[in-house]
Nanobody
Framework: QVQLVESGGGSVQAGGSLRLSCGSS????????VGWFRQAPGKGREGVAT????????YYIASVKGRFTASLDMDKITLYLQMNSLKPEDTAMYYC??????????????????WGQGTQVTVSS
């Protein structure tokens, strides 16, 4: 299985932008979905966006729709998350993950079997 490494996290003020990257050690096209998740202190891990690799089509949770854009490069090696209009409630550790088991659209963390180590995003008001 591939290894995933996130980068691009940091501290920004509300309304700012960040672009997260997730580099893979191999081709992600063998995985059905690749996605972004986040976990705030004291809370469970939450799916943010997922991409069906066969179509490069993205799906989002309601709270980030219109502000975040997930994409997969043409080589299907690097996953991105462009985050605009950031809010303090977006503060969390962000993870990328890959799923080669579940065929349907899912943002449930338990459906993903390969994970990166995470990158911290902090948004101040």
């Amino acid at each position: 299985q591939v290894q995933l490494v996130e980068s691009g996290g940091g501290s920004v003020q509300a309304g700012g932008s960040l672009r997260l990257s997730c580099g893979s050690s191999g081709d992600l096209s063998s995985y059905k979905f690749v996605g972004w998740f986040r976990q705030a202190p004291g809370k469970g891990r939450e799916g943010v966006a997922t991409i069906r690799t066969a179509e490069s089509r993205s799906y989002y949770i309601a709270s980030v729709k219109g502000r975040f854009t997930a994409s997969l490069d043409m080589d299907k090696i690097t996953l991105y998350l462009q985050m605009n209009s950031l809010k303090p409630e977006d503060t969390a550790m962000y993870y990328c993950a890959a799923n080669d088991r579940v065929k349907g659209i899912s943002l449930a963390p338990e459906d993903y079997n390969v994970w990166g180590q995470g990158t911290q995003v902090t948004v101040s008001s």
